[in-house]
């Protein structure tokens, strides 16, 4: 008999609705139905592509036992983290204080007021490697609760009052300068892999806003290490098993230094953020490689994660059915010798093992390999590798497809919107402007009320029940005007502002500046949450900076710059410090020490060629963080537009750069110039 989630709309709540365990979604109810029974909770986060979630679920929450144990000592509670960030931030900021470490499934232990007191990640259903099993883990929290119950209430008082003392550091507010900047890029220097790209060692996850970071300072500075970096790093990634080489996009991280071995997943985000980053690395160097990765993650965002409604779904499972009901991580990509000469003959096969870096002994378990493009000698014939991928494609879409999960999640589709209207912009690829423009209208139609407060998530339609947090106003504000630069249409800026006034009034510490990532008029949880590093994906807190000082420079709004470059203050501190965990912020940080600079394009008629090769070249021109309005003479639709006539009744472009601005131009040319200029300070 399904439980209590079976009317929910988490793809990850719904796994879990058929479990023995009689799970309650995250709700009062659930602690007061605690507090009636005077039990301890359990609380169980993960997500729908998670493997070691997976495991534990089969282990023990598919087990009858087990499950009796917890229905009679315990109240249950799953929560899916990417639905509610904000309560798998708060208990994984307590697992992290008191482990040294986190991960998920998390299974944190509660007392009826949400205070934790116990915590872990898996559990094993017997002891193993010096874990206790989770049978053991429960029944030693039982006892504590009903033996030594006040011992409980005060190590949970304890942990409490240690987490609202845990204050970050934000520095006095002020944005960092050339300085920091400059520290920062020493300090990703020293932990720079040189032999393999990337940063530190195994696992290795894929650097995409460090990436961005980098980008942006050559294109300020001209500083060639910081282009190398960015190049070689895409480069190793893009020949690695992390990327998928016959379908496009990319896995979750690499389990080795070498890019080899991936944890299978894909997520909408990894994937959003790359595609922009190898679409940004081919404006600055024209790379052939850098173009293909971006349009092929691209068509993979489209093919494989759009949704029926237009949004993009979250996440692609790193598991699959290997043929005989087993699930198996990376089966679905993964090749032995034999099956490329089943499907190639043996000619073929032979070439494509060469091509791909497949071998008897394989790179993978049992034999089989991940697909790469090891660095050699070897010169191939490009239309026969192509007819190999199309075929080994075909082949492998045959087999059964790893798991999807459908929620869409505003902030990731934010996004994705700002990648795909790019990466069609730059190759003259109308068809994902138009994928990109298709979600915007999913997230203004489906998660923004008339208040333009955004909802977290939507399935099959139907938005979820969790108010956004700080990610998804920012993320969806940097989607829309991305989405604003590259077709020219007002609106989008237009429901930028409305999300980011949100930001204003109710994430902003008015007195420091500082951001929240909880509204202020949020649910409470036992600590109002707030992180500026960056991880999987740009914090709120960078991302709100960088959508601040954005709408600022198209609408020259006061309030809205003061916030950013105050918000930026954290990166003045942390910057220097910890460079790899706030590459999102040291890129905002850029676009801020360059102006950012502001761009008009204005048109006779904004579909005569003429006029859309000028919007085309500023939307190349690599000047961080430079924002384009692109629309007919006197048209209302951007404030930069107004005030700036044709010259000589042809396109034209105006730019401009704290105040000063250059004579405007209808040369190309001379439009491609002033937004490659290094201006430094």
């Not at 790359?274 to 293909?292: D, F, K, N, P, Q």
């Not at 993979?300 to 237009?310: A, D, K, P, Y």
């Not at 192509?386 to 075909?394: D, F, H, N, Q, V």
Request: hydrophobic content about 40%; charged content about 25%; glycine content about 10%.
């Amino acid at each position: 008999m399904p439980n209590r989630l079976a009317h929910e709309t988490s793809p990850y709540l719904l796994q879990h609705a058929d479990n023995p365990v009689d799970w309650w979604p995250w709700s009062a109810e659930a602690f007061e139905e605690a507090r009636r029974r005077g039990v301890p909770v359990l609380l169980s986060v993960g997500y729908s592509s998670c493997h070691w979630c997976h495991v534990m679920a089969h282990e023990s929450f598919e087990d009858r036992e087990t499950a009796d144990h917890l229905n009679e000592h315990f109240v249950s509670v799953k929560v899916d983290r990417e639905e509610r960030p904000d309560v798998d931030a708060v208990y994984m900021e307590a697992v992290q204080a008191a482990t040294g470490q986190g991960g998920w499934p998390m299974t944190v232990f509660l007392t009826p007021d949400a205070e934790p007191f116990y915590f872990g990640t898996y559990f094993p259903p017997a002891p193993r490697q010096g874990m206790p099993s989770f049978r053991q883990v429960l029944e030693g929290v039982r006892q504590a609760w009903t033996e030594r119950r006040d011992e409980v209430a005060e190590v949970a008082g304890k942990i409490v009052r240690d987490l609202a003392g845990r204050e970050i550091s934000y520095g006095d507010g002020v944005a960092p300068g050339e300085q920091e900047l400059s520290q920062a890029l020493l300090g990703l220097t020293r932990e720079y892999d040189p032999q393999r790209g990337g940063f530190a060692g195994a696992p290795k996850f894929p650097p995409s806003m460090v990436i961005e970071f980098l980008l942006r300072h050559h294109a300020r500075t001209g500083a060639e290490g910081a282009l190398q970096m960015a190049r070689d790093t895409c480069e190793r990634m893009a020949r690695g098993g992390i990327y998928d080489q016959l379908g496009g996009g990319f896995a979750r991280y690499s389990v080795d230094r070498d890019w080899v071995v991936p944890h299978f997943e894909k997520m909408l985000y990894d994937n959003a953020l790359l595609c922009r980053v190898y679409a940004h690395l081919w404006r600055a160097t024209g790379s052939e490689l850098a173009r293909r990765v971006a349009l092929e993650t691209a068509d993979f965002m489209v093919r494989e994660l759009r949704t029926e409604q237009g949004g993009f779904a979250s996440a692609l499972d790193a598991d699959s059915d290997d043929g005989s009901g087993r699930h198996v991580e990376g089966v679905y990509y993964v090749w032995t010798p034999a099956q490329l000469a089943e499907v190639l003959g043996p000619q073929d096969a032979e070439l494509a093992a060469r091509y791909f870096g497949v071998t008897e002994e394989g790179t993978f378990e049992h034999g089989s390999s991940v697909l790469q493009l090891p660095q050699q000698e070897e010169v191939f014939d490009a239309e026969r590798i192509a007819g190999i991928k199309e075929r080994l494609l075909a082949e492998r879409g045959g087999r059964p497809a790893p798991g999807r999960d459908d929620k869409v999640v505003a902030a990731w589709n934010g996004l994705a919107i700002a990648a795909l209207a790019e990466t069609g912009a730059y190759f003259d690829r109308p068809d994902l402007v138009e994928a990109a423009v298709g979600a915007a209208d999913l997230l203004v139609r489906l998660h923004l009320d008339e208040q333009a407060r955004i909802a977290r998530t939507s399935k099959d339609g139907q938005a979820g029940a969790h108010a956004g947090v700080l990610e998804d106003y920012a993320d969806v504000a940097e989607g829309f005007l991305a989405l604003a630069s590259v077709t020219g249409e007002g609106v989008w800026l237009e429901f930028a502002g409305f999300l980011l006034d949100h930001v204003l009034v109710r994430f902003v510490d008015p007195d420091s500046g500082a951001l929240y990532d909880t509204a202020a008029d949020a649910e409470r949880l036992i600590r109002r949450p707030q992180d500026p590093t960056d991880n999987a994906a740009p914090s709120g807190w960078t991302a709100a900076a960088g959508a601040l000082l954005s709408y600022a420079a198209h609408t020259g709004s006061e309030p809205h710059r003061t916030a950013a470059e105050r918000a930026l203050g954290v990166v003045k501190t942390l910057g220097p410090r910890v460079p790899r965990f706030i590459g999102w912020g040291l890129a905002a940080a850029e676009a801020l020490l360059d102006g950012p600079r502001e761009v008009a394009v204005v048109a006779p008629d904004k579909a005569d060629p003429a006029s859309r090769a000028l919007h085309r070249t500023a939307l190349l021109g690599t000047a961080p963080g430079a924002v384009v309005a692109f629309g007919t003479t006197g048209s209302a639709e951007f404030p930069l537009l107004a005030d700036r006539p044709l010259v000589g009744g042809e396109p034209t472009a105006y730019v401009c750069r704290n105040f000063t601005c250059d004579a405007p131009t209808t040369d190309a040319d001379r439009l491609r110039t002033a937004l490659t200029t290094v201006v430094s300070g």
